[in-house]
């Protein structure tokens, strides 16, 4: 969502084999529906800074949210 057009999926084919392909395309499917996206390139960049109403306050939450995980 952050506007990647790839994805890595090695890992778990290898672990789970080529069929896990028809789990995985059913929970994307599944979530699409639920967050109400109607395709794939409809998500791709839309959490991205770019399409953000309010880049700021974007950019303010992310600072706080490095600033709540960093541990010492």
Known sequence: MAGASA???VSALLRHGPEYLATIR???QAWMEEHEYESVSQMVGSMSLQKCSDP???ER???MRVLQSYKM
Do not use: K, M
């Open 56 to 58: 700021a306050a974007f």
């Open 26 to 28: 059913q929970g994307v």
């Open 61 to 63: 939450a992310n600072y």
């Open 7 to 9: 994805v890595q999926l």
